[in-house]
Every structure is written in C-alpha cells, then in structure tokens.
C-alpha cells in the first residue's frame, strides 16, 4: 500500500504537490506524464483485470450472492417474467454476453429509468471515446513526426503524441480543427439520436399505470381553495362538468405535528416490543428495563418493570391516542368541507338570482354559467356580483336565506368553532396551502399540469409529484418566498464550497510530504529518523485524509440540498444533488486543480521569458491530461472491480452478523435478515446512488474526453477503455442486484444532457485558447463556426425538446384513457395514495416469530389482540402474563398465539360489540 500511494503520488498531485523519490531528504525529482500513467495503469487497471476474473471465477459458485433478483423475486417489480431469471452460468464468460441480449424497455421496466439511463450514458461515451480512437490514427503521427515541442523541449512520449509538441504557428494544427469538427459534430449527432431514443422511453414511462402519473402536486392555494371539496368542485367545473367523478382523489396537506410524533414514538417502542418478546419466547427469558426517573427529582431512579407488559401497555395507549387523534382531524377536514359547500350554495343561488336579469341586458357576455362568473380567477369558482338597486339586495338576500336555511341548519354554529381551530392552526388539522390532486384520466392530469390556474405568479403551481413513500412531507406547502431562498443560500454555499475547497485539502495534503511535516512539526523529526514504518506510516495521513474528504463531499452537497425545500425526499439519487456535483467536480477538479494550477507553475517561466508566455501555457494545458486521466482512472477501474465481487456489502453482512449475535438481535429469521443499526444484509442490497455516481465520476470522464480529446489523442484509449466497463458493470449489477428504488424516471438523464453540451461548449472555447495560444490564427477562426453550432444546438434544445419530455403527448393520453375506459379498480388504486403516513394507521401491531408486518391489516390486529386480551381476562395494562423472578415462563403465549379458524366468528362478534 505505501509503493502504491508512493508511485502513483495521486493525492499529492491534486495541489501539484512533487513527488519524493523516498522519506528522507533527498532531493526531489519531476515525474513525467508517461511515468505517471505507465504506473497508473500498471496498479489500478490490473487489480481490476484481476477482479473482474476474480469474478468471472466466483460468479457461478456462489449464484445466490451474484444475482440476488434471482432467489430473491421480490426485488424484481414482474416475478413472472423477470429478465434475472435467464442468468446464463453455463460457461464462465456466458453471463457476459447475455446482459447484452436484454433490450432498453426490458432493462427499463424490471430496472427502472435510471438504471436504463445510465447504462445509455456509458454506452455514449464508449461511441464517443470510438469516433476519438479513429481521430487519433491521424492526430498523433502528426504530432509525433511534425513536431520538435517548439521553443520547449519535449522528452516526455506521452507530451511528443499531443498539441504541445507542436511548434509556434504550425500549419498542422489545421488537423486539429479538423479533429474537433469530426468529433463534437459526432457528439452532437449522437446526443441528437440518444434524445429522440429518450422521449420514446420516457414517454413510455408517463403512459404507464403509476400513481404519480395521474396525479399533480398543488402548491401555493389561496385560503379559499384550502378543503378537498373546493379542488374537486374546481377542477370538475374545468374540465368535465358533467363527469363529476374526473378527479379520483384530492388530499390536502394538514399540520399534524404532534400526531407525527405521536407516531414517531409509536414506531420507536414497536422493535423494542418485537424483540423483548421474540427474546421470551426463542430464549425463555423475562426481559427488564428500568423506567425513565422523574424528572423533578434528580436523584430518583427508574422504577425496574417488565418489559413485555410495560411497552405493551404504552402502545396500546398510543394507539388509543393516534386513532382518536386521526378520528378528530377527519371530523374537523368534514366540517370545513362542510363550510365550503355552505358558501357555494349561499352564492350560487345569488348568480341564480342574478342571471336572469343579467340575460335581459345587451353587450352582456352569453357563456357565463352558473356557479361561474366570466372574470374570476380559475380558483375563485363563485364570485357574487353587486345587486343594482336596494330592491333586487333585499329580494336577492331573503330568497337566498330561504334556500339554503336547510343547509346552515346544524352545521354553522358547530362547524364555525372547528373550522376557525383549523384557521388558526392552533391545533393539529390546520390546512397547508398544498395538495395532491389525482385524477381518473391521464389526459386531464396532463393538462391540469400544463394548465395556468392562477393569475398570481407562484399561485395555485402544478407539477409533477414525486412517488407517494419518497414525498418529503416537511416540505410539503411552504411558501415560495422560503423556497426561493432556500434554493438561493443551497447555491451560494456550493458556490463558496467549490472556490474554499483547495484550502483545507491543500493543507492536509501537505501533510503528505514526510520532510514537510517534520518542519511543521518538529517532534516528529526524532521517531522518524529512528523509524522506518513511521515515516512510511506519516506518508499515508494525507491520503487516508483526503479520501475521507472526497466522501464527505456527496454529504455536505446532500445537506445543503435540504435548504431548497424540495417535495422529494433528498438522496444521493436525486438530480438537484447531481448537478451540484457535476458543477464542483468540473469547477474545482477541472478548472481550479488544472488549468488554475497550470498557469501558477508557469508563472515563474514566463517571469523570466514573457515573450514565451503564450507558447509555455500552450504547452503546459495539454500536458495536464495524464493528471486527468489518472484521477479518471484510480476513481471508476478499482471500484467497479470492488462493485461487481460486491466485497463491500459481504464485509457489512459479516459485521452485521457479529453485531447482531453480540447484541442477541438474531432471534428469529425476521431479525436475522433485517438491517440492524444501519448494516444491511447481503440479501437487502442498498439502492444504487445515481446521482453521486453520474455527478461525481461519469461527468469528470466525459468533460476529460471533451477537452483533451483533440490536444491528447491517447486520452480516448483510457475513455474507452474506462466507460466499456462501466457498460459491462452496470448492466450485469442492474440486472441481477439492484432493486428500482426512488426511481426519477429519467430526469437524472435530462440533467446530465444539459451539463453535457455546456462542457462540449467549454472543451470548444479552451480549444479554441490554446490553438490562438500555439499562435494558429487561421485554426482558431475556423473553430468559431463549430463553438457557434454548439451555441445554438444548445439553445435549440432548449426550446422544445426539454419540454416535450415532461409530459405525455395528447394523443397518447386519449389512447391510454380508451384502455383504461370503464376500470374501476384505477379509481381504487389512486385512492389514499398520497395521505400523509400519519393519518393512514390508526393501529400497529407487532410482528413476531417470523411472521409478516401486520401494519397494513390494523383493524384486524386490534381486533385480535383485544379478542386475546378478552380471553385472557385482562387489559392493555394487564397484557400477557408476568414473567417470574427467574425468568421462566409462567403463562402461556395468549396475547400472541395464532387464533384457530373456528374462532374467527368469536372475533367479529366482539369487533362488532366493541363498535
């Protein structure tokens, strides 16, 4: 490990550190490019050739480990069909060439979206990185043979085959504007086909039977569309009003703070409870813990008690809470649905009032119907108008009392106190000014979506809801004021992060350099002369440091994510966390660590030579490649090769294992398998982070291949060679490990497009520069029609093509309604979708022995335990028998044993007197 980080001297080079032939003092020595890669390829490309026949090798014996969706069908999303069922280990090579006979739509549909995506993304590097290989059959003769490295002389190899070894003015760099068109010409095209490609599969995507795909999230509601009646009336009046069952479910975000903590604690006590029981009944013993001590006596000490019937009481006592909780803000949500159809009816009858005279007049408007004035906002359904005269008032005012007496009849007076306890939020139920509204056609989703509701700017704002279980509930109607600067202080602290970045890690990777430490810390001189593997050891603090600083980042970037108020729960998979990726690794590894740096180091030259100033940064810019292609390859060969033996998630098992026997969390299969203190099991594979993959290190290769392509031909050779297996990886893991979790449905595929032709556009511009820089004035100019191209690709683009992506076409939504025509269940699969988890499970029962989550059956496990409790002639806080003094059972297993068939009918009798 010390030749490793010592010839390599990776780290160090991210601040152009130099490189120590040894520890001590002696002087140090230049390493050139040749040298550099030379011992690159030799340590990282080797240990992935071996791991990848490492696991060629291992790979059909120990199957269950290699292609967990296979033995594990509850990871595919069809069991019945799923692709990881044609694993093919006939031969050790064979699976290799099967993950290449699946399609896009079947990778798409049993992997998802991103999965798909990604693989897309390789695989254009990979052709990318081809049309590369072919220019560089003609770019490095000629930079090779026409070259003498101008006014610097050149002994390096990998410098002789690039642009710095041509001279001042020379006409061949005319070959290198020839390059640049036949390759982002090439780039542009492939983009292009990948986008048409794209909107085919995401339109797929949206026509599928997926509940985000007919629902809109409602932000922003004015106070008078604040109730689940108002939305429904509102958009039944928009769109249909003579189908009056369009919209298949509206839910409006209320507040329920101490709701949410209320079952917070609940799930808290839930596996304290499971385990306490399991631990009785696989071991025999009574377990016991001590009650909190009051807190207004210090010195108080908690009561011992029993486990088992203390927090058995506790969440019979929060269940109770909950549901009667749960029962008071649905109450509540139907008095103020209530009201509003008070309100409605009141000034209906009005315009009903109204409407003949109104008839009568001339120039007066002939489509305003009723419950509906020409010049109201979307929202505002009912708007009164003003009588014209004292006469028509009173009339207008006793007809209307007269009509809708029936209706404020028992409900004003009541419903007056709870509607205005919601108002002021004074207690939990306060309505938020957001909503998810779903509808039982995608057509009228689609445009519900499209569709301005509000005059008002960030007013009643449609957009496409994330998936119910990754809704960031938080998050949920706050206002845009908070939003919009939430998403100004996330940007100006990534800003902020990408330039102070250099100064804590130029710091410790000083610490690299064993001499320098030594002066920095001078008492360290004495136990590093005397020791050799202290010294060696010293020389590994600044790696180890600045690995753990390189992963920290994805987590920092994460957190200030939380800032923008986003609905979607924030992830390394999600694309906001991409993008500030992408934009630190390019800023701060590309331009800050190479082009920053190179023109410092040339700045003692060009001190002593300004005329050479052009020409030393011409060659100097080229020439960091190697540094580049380094970090390129150290970042993705050693850890697809890690990726595919899945050595990371054996080592946590193990560790899990151990952690669990030591604790006794291994009782029952159920706990056996589950994570436990954040350590999965092997056969639970954590969801694959796109976001931090393609923002950290599939961005840096294609910004690397973009820029250096033309100026260091030999660059597409390590591309090529870097995104073949990164193909190769991701197919095989996608298709046999991971399961689609918080799939974005392709939106990381739109975000990185668009960074993607913004670096094709800087990889012009520094081509550009240098060529003016090697003083070609002719090549330069001729570049300016290609930079102009990409300009208005990139604007082109953005017209439309981002745009169309978003929703699904009309008439593929009038194709998929006709399909969907007279299904009932659609309408039962949207219902409840997007309730808050709160409000959803007014009782939790424990799972034991094995046996499944009995949370989504809650009537039925009440019912069974109150009917057990019953039988056992006790309550909640009698709950199964008590354990003895030493520990033995005394009763048997009454409050958890199964109920027979014939006892059924007991059951409901006593659900039935119990209601």
């Known amino acids: 490990m010390d030749q490793l980080f010592e010839k390599t001297g990776h780290f160090n080079r991210l601040l152009q550190t130099s490189n120590t032939t040894n520890s001590t003092n002696s002087p140090t020595t230049e390493t050139t490019q040749t040298e550099i890669l030379e011992t690159t390829s030799k340590i ?13 090798f291992l790979r059909p014996k120990f199957p269950r480990f290699y292609n967990i969706k296979q033995h594990y069908p509850s990871l595919s999303t069809n069991t019945n069909n799923s692709i990881a069922q044609e694993s093919d280990d006939s031969h050790m090579f064979s699976w290799l060439f ?49 070259g003498m490295g101008g006014e610097v002389s050149l002994s390096d190899p990998i410098l002789e085959i690039s ?16 390059a640049a068109y036949t390759f982002f010409g090439s780039a542009m095209y492939l983009i292009a086909k990948d986008f048409d490609w794209f909107t085919t599969l995401r339109h797929k995507f949206l026509a599928q039977r997926r509940v985000q795909n007919y629902t809109i999230y409602l932000s922003g509601l ?12 509102y958009f039944t ?5 003579h189908e009056s069952d369009i919209v298949a479910d509206v839910q409006l975000a209320v507040k329920i703070p101490k709701l949410e903590k209320a079952c917070a604690k609940r799930d808290k ?7 306490a029981i399991n631990l009785r009944d696989v071991k025999g013993k009574c377990p016991m813990h001590r009650r909190l001590p009051n ?4 010195k108080a000490i ?5 486990s088992i019937p203390e927090w058995t009481a506790e969440l019979e006592e929060l269940n109770n809470e909950i549901s009667t909780e749960i029962d008071r803000i649905e109450q509540l949500q139907e008095q103020r649905r209530a009201g509003d159809d008070v309100a409605l009816a009141v000034e209906s009858s009005m315009l009903e009032k109204e409407g003949s005279s109104e008839e009568k007049e001339e120039g007066e408007d002939k489509d305003v119907e009723v419950g509906v004035f020409k010049e109201t906002t979307p929202l505002q359904t009912i708007k009164a108008t003003v009588p014209t005269s004292v006469s028509d008032t009173v009339n207008l005012v006793s007809d209307t009392f007269t009509d809708t007496a029936h209706l404020l009849s028992g409900t004003v007076v009541s419903g007056a106190t709870m509607v205005k306890s919601i108002i002021t939020g004074a207690e939990d139920g306060a309505p938020r000014n957001a909503a998810f509204v779903s509808f039982s056609s995608v057509t009228y989703a689609n445009l519900a979506r499209q569709a301005v509701h509000n005059k008002e700017a960030w007013s009643c704002v449609a957009m496409e809801p994330p998936l119910p279980e990754l809704v960031n509930w938080r998050n949920v109607g706050k206002s845009n004021h908070s939003r919009q600067g939430g998403e100004l202080l996330s940007s100006a602290l990534t800003f902020f992060l990408c330039i102070f970045w250099t100064i804590p890690v130029g710091f410790f990777a000083s610490l690299g350099n064993v001499s320098r430490l030594t002066e920095l810390l001078p008492f360290l001189a004495e136990p590093v002369e005397k020791y050799a593997w202290f010294s060696a050891l010293l020389a590994q603090l600044a790696p180890l440091i600045l690995v753990a600083f390189i992963e920290l980042l994805p987590y920092i970037l994460l957190f200030f994510s939380k800032f923008e108020g986003l609905i979607e729960i924030e992830s390394m998979q999600h694309y906001s966390l991409m993008s500030k990726l992408a934009s630190f690794t390019i800023i701060q590894t590309f331009f800050i660590s190479t082009i920053a740096s190179t023109l410092f180091r040339s700045l003692q030259s060009i001190v002593r030579n300004p005329a050479s100033a052009f020409a030393i940064v011409a060659v100097a810019l080229p020439a960091q490649a190697a540094y580049l292609i380094q970090i390129m390859i150290i970042q993705n060969t050693l850890s697809m090769g890690l990726e595919l033996l899945r050595l990371t998630p054996v080592v946590t098992n193990l560790l899990r294992r151990i952690v669990a026997r030591i604790l006794g969390h291994n009782l029952t299969e159920k706990e056996r398998n589950e994570t436990f203190m954040g350590l999965r099991s092997l056969d639970d594979p954590l969801e694959f982070y796109f976001g931090r993959e393609l923002g950290q290190k599939t961005i840096l290769i294609q910004m690397v291949l973009f820029v250096y392509v033309c100026m260091s031909p030999i660059t597409a050779y390590f591309t090529l060679f870097v995104f073949a297996a990164l193909v190769i990886g991701y197919r095989n893991q996608f298709i046999y490990i991971y399961p689609i979790a918080n799939d974005s449905g392709g939106k990381l595929w739109i975000s990185f497009t668009k960074i993607s032709i913004v670096c094709m556009i800087v990889a012009e511009l520094i081509l550009f520069a240098v060529v003016i820089l090697k003083g070609a004035l002719i090549p330069a100019l001729l570049l300016l029609p290609l930079i102009a191209a990409s300009i208005m690709f990139d604007a082109y683009f953005k017209k439309r093509h981002y745009n169309i992506t978003k929703f699904l076409p009309v008439g593929e939504c009038a194709l998929v309604d006709s399909l969907n025509e007279g299904d009932e269940s659609l309408k039962e699969f949207l219902k409840g979708s997007y309730v808050q988890p709160a409000l959803k499970e007014r009782v939790k029962g424990v799972s034991t022995n094995d046996n499944p989550s009995n949370s989504g059956k809650s009537e039925e496990v009440s019912a069974l335990v109150d009917y057990a409790l019953a039988v056992a002639g006790g309550t909640g806080e009698q709950s199964r028998s008590s354990c003895s003094s030493n520990g033995e059972i005394v009763d048997d297993d009454i409050f958890y044993q199964a109920v027979d068939e014939e006892k059924e009918d007991e059951i409901d009798m006593y659900r039935s007197s119990k209601q």
């Open 44 to 56: 990282y490309i080797s240990l992935y050739l071996a791991l990848f026949l490492l696991y060629v």
């Open 98 to 146: 099967k993950i290449f006979q699946f399609s896009y739509d079947e990778i798409a549909s049993q992997c998802g979206m991103d999965a798909v995506t990604t693989i897309r993304l390789s695989e254009l590097g990979v052709k990318l990185s081809c049309v590369a290989v072919v220019n560089s059959i003609y770019l490095m003769p000629i930079y090779k043979f026409t």
């Open 163 to 178: 642009l710095s070894n041509l001279p001042q003015g020379s006409y061949w760099i005319f070959a290198t504007t020839i």
């Open 222 to 233: 004015p106070q008078e569309m604040q109730s689940n009646q108002a939305i429904r009336e």
């Open 237 to 241: 009046h928009c769109f249909s009003r």
């Open 269 to 275: 006590i839930l596996p304290k409870l499971e385990h």
């Open 295 to 298: 807190l207004d006596d210090p």
């Open 302 to 306: 908690g009561e011992r008690v029993e």
